[in-house]
């Protein structure tokens, strides 16, 4: 990829505060971990999606399309090509009587929130769920007996051409953290869900009683993307690392959650190469121990970083840089959650 002439080209698109050259992906991710992409934009508009979309397939420019980053796990080297970001640059929520029309980057807190203030039950289970709207849609995200395929009515999506074309709910092809956003390419921009008139009451405590189950079972002080790993079938992730004797696991500065054996953990401002092999320790731990192979459900994305940046004088100066940022980043949004 030209970057140069990528950034020019998206100049014309875009203002120069939605443009962002060798980004730390570690500022848009929860597990605070990650190199630099080469670029990241944050489009606000519908038609600056459009556009954007077109520009990088003629151009044959690879691209990563994320949300607020709560499920991904990007590699020391970063991401080559351009980061398309869909968060609170486009993060729209308005409802109509029981249907509400939510552009993707909203979080599914938000929404939560809002539909409750609507006395609009449904969402419920989601709201709890950290991440956008848009990865919700594309992972089929559910929890609690819930899942978003329940709520949609229809989505609105872009293809790689930067067509945007109306996905009806049989359209999306929901299965288990799946959906026909996976397979073809689309990027969902915006999504009508269907809910139905409730007792405010009644949908605060069952909001407050998912809030509180998620608070004391999971390790939300500390950064990380959920669930590490999908649920084989027939057992537990968490129950199975917990009997491999894993249990608050500590590797380098990466950890295995001593609250909830399923969640990796940046513990104490790991890198992603050091969270990487926690992970391996604890899919080979398992395997050994049980004969179940536990498969990812955090999305492990970019590039090795360069074996000739590894002398050990540069890892230092690039691990004391990275604490720097990570330590700024998590001090800012402490402040904003206060």
Same mark, same amino acid.
């Given at each position: ?5 990528? *950034? ?28 630099? $992409? ?58 109509? /009587? ?10 599914? &807190?938000?929404?939560?929130?809002? $539909? ?27 929890? *609690? ?25 049989? #359209?999306? %092809? ?15 921009? &915006? ?33 990380? $993307? ?11 992730? /968490? ?9 608050? *696991? ?11 054996? /399923? ?39 970019? #590039? ?8 050990? %004088?540069?890892?230092? %100066? $690039? %691990? ?19």
């Amino acid at each position: 990829m030209d970057k140069e002439k990528i *950034y020019n080209e998206l100049k014309k698109i875009l203002d120069n505060d939605e443009i962002f050259i060798d980004e730390h992906m570690l500022k848009h991710t929860t597990f605070k971990v990650g190199g630099p $992409a080469d670029i990241l934009v944050r489009p606000r508009t519908e038609e600056e999606f459009c556009k954007v979309f077109k520009l990088l397939n003629d151009e044959d420019v690879p691209y990563l399309v994320k949300g607020n980053g709560s499920n991904l796990l990007i590699k020391d080297g970063g991401i080559r090509g351009v980061v398309i970001e869909i968060a609170d640059n486009f993060d729209e929520i308005r409802f109509e /009587g029981d249907r509400g029309y939510v552009q993707t980057g909203a979080l599914l &807190s938000e929404i939560g929130q809002r $539909a409750m203030e609507e006395k609009l039950t449904g969402f419920e289970f989601a709201s709890g769920i950290p991440g956008t709207l848009g990865g919700a849609l594309a992972m089929n995200a559910g929890a *609690y007996d819930g899942e978003t395929k329940n709520f949609v009515h229809s989505v609105r999506v872009v293809d790689r051409e930067g067509n945007i074309i109306e996905l009806s709910n049989e #359209e999306m %092809e929901f299965g288990y953290r799946k959906s026909t956003l996976i397979k073809s390419g689309y990027t969902a921009l &915006s999504a009508t869900i269907q809910l139905s008139h409730g007792n405010y009451d009644e949908i605060k405590e069952k909001m407050d009683d998912l809030r509180h189950r998620r608070e004391s079972k999971q390790p939300l002080e500390y950064p990380s $993307a959920g669930s590490t790993f999908k649920r084989p079938e027939g057992y537990f992730a /968490g129950k199975l690392i917990q009997d491999s004797g894993l249990k608050g *696991y500590i590797h380098k500065r990466a950890r295995v959650s001593p609250k909830h054996s /399923g969640f990796v953990i940046n513990s104490d401002g790991a890198n992603a190469t050091e969270v990487i092999e926690l992970i391996e320790h604890v899919k080979a731990t398992v395997f050994e121990k049980f004969g179940v192979r536990l498969e990812e459900e955090v999305k492990i994305l970019g #590039e090795d970083p360069k074996l000739e940046d590894s002398t050990s %004088e540069k890892d230092s %100066e $690039a %691990e004391t840089s990275e604490k720097a940022i990570q330590e700024k980043v998590i001090s800012e949004e402490t402040g904003k959650n206060k």
